[in-house]
C-alpha cells in the first residue's frame, strides 16, 4: 500500500513569489493535514480537511491556504512568500475519526 | 489549551543501553498520545500510540510506552537501543473536536548513540 505522497520535495522560492504544493493521501484516507516544521518553532498545525471541507485551522496567516479535492488529494497554497516560510511542509493522512496519522516525506520549502 | 513538553532536547546513550524519553501533556480530556520519529531530512515515522485501554503500549522497532494519567507523562522506552536509533524523537497529544484531530508536537528529543 503507498504511503502518503508529497510534491515537489524540494522547493526554491523568491520573496513575494506564490507556491503550492501537493499531497497525496494514503488510498481511502479521506482526512488530510498540513504541518510546518521550522527549527524556531518546531511542527505547527496548519489545517486539516476531511472530505473536501476545512475542519480546523492553526494560528496561521491568511497567506496560508488549502483544499482537498474529491479524490481527497489536498494542495496547499502559500502567498506573498517570505523569508520566514522558509520550512519542512508536512502533509498527513488518517483515515478519518480518531485514528492515527501517517506523514509523508515533506516538501522542503526554501525562500530567497 | 493542548501542550506537550519534552524535557531533554539532546540524549547521548552508549549502543546496547535502555533508553528512556520522557514526555509530559496538558489535555483537558482523554487524551490520545503518539511516539514520532523522524530522520534528517525526513518525513515522521508512527512508534506507537495511545487511544485507550491498556496503559502500556507496545510500537515498532521494540519500542514501549507507558501512559500515566495521575503524572500526565507518556515516556518512551527501549531496553537495547541499536546505532539506528540515532534520530530525533516527537511526542504528540491530540483530541477530537467536531471530528477534527489537530496534533500538537514537543518539541522533540534528539538521540545521538555512541558506539
Known amino acids: 500500500k503507498a504511503g502518503v505522497t508529497q510534491t515537489p520535495r524540494y522547493l526554491i522560492k523568491t520573496r513575494g513569489q506564490q507556491v503550492t504544493l501537493s499531497c497525496s493521501p494514503i488510498?481511502?484516507?479521506?482526512?488530510v493535514s498540513w504541518y510546518q516544521q521550522t527549527p524556531g518553532q518546531g511542527l505547527q498545525f496548519l489545517f486539516e480537511y476531511f472530505s473536501e471541507t476545512q475542519r480546523n485551522k492553526g494560528n496561521f496567516p491568511g497567506r496560508f491556504s488549502g483544499r482537498q479535492f474529491s479524490n481527497s488529494r489536498s494542495e496547499m497554497n502559500v502567498s506573498t512568500l517570505e523569508l520566514g516560510d522558509s520550512a519542512l511542509y508536512l502533509c498527513?493522512?488518517?483515515?478519518?475519526?480518531?485514528?492515527?496519522?501517517?506523514f509523508g516525506q515533506g516538501t522542503r520549502l526554501t525562500v530567497v | 489549551a493542548q501542550s506537550v513538553t519534552q524535557p531533554d532536547i539532546h540524549i547521548t546513550v552508549s549502543e546496547g543501553a535502555s533508553l528512556e524519553l520522557r514526555c509530559n501533556y496538558s489535555y483537558g480530556a482523554t487524551p490520545y498520545l503518539f511516539w514520532y520519529v523522524q530522520s534528517p531530512g525526513q518525513g515522521l515515522q508512527l512508534l506507537l500510540k495511545y487511544f485507550s485501554g491498556d496503559t502500556l503500549v507496545q510500537g515498532i522497532k521494540g519500542f514501549e510506552a507507558e501512559f500515566k494519567r495521575s503524572q500526565s507523562s507518556f515516556n518512551l522506552r527501549k531496553p537495547s537501543v541499536h546505532w539506528s536509533d540515532a534520530a530525533e524523537y516527537f511526542c504528540?497529544?491530540?483530541?477530537?473536536?467536531?471530528?477534527?484531530?489537530?496534533?500538537?508536537f514537543g518539541q522533540g528529543t534528539r538521540l545521538t548513540i555512541n558506539p
Open positions: 498527513a493522512s488518517r483515515l478519518g475519526g480518531n485514528t492515527e496519522a501517517f
Open positions: 504528540a497529544v491530540g483530541g477530537s473536536f467536531s471530528g477534527a484531530q489537530k496534533l500538537v
Open positions: 488510498s481511502g484516507h479521506r482526512s
